[in-house]
């Protein structure tokens, strides 16, 4: 091989090993972004059954009703 021949092929692996670790931390930002979207649904799914529960506990009563504004 001549000196280019081996530079280029040294170029060439030194682009692969970056594009290696590249890929390596983009999977490990989207596994921890899978962990959070988890996360993050289970806590809404807690709160829209809050939401929903205080909904059926709510009921409109006379202090709560406000008169029309023409009286």
Do not use: T
């Amino acid at each position: 091989m001549n000196s280019d021949s081996v530079e280029r092929l040294r170029d060439i692996e030194a682009r692969l090993a970056h594009f290696e670790r590249l890929c390596d931390d983009l999977s490990d930002i989207v596994a921890g972004q899978s962990k959070e979207i988890v996360r993050l649904k289970q806590q809404l799914g807690a709160l829209s059954s809050r939401v929903l529960d205080l909904q059926q506990d709510w009921r409109p009563g006379g202090a709560d009703e406000k008169p029309p504004p023409h009286y």
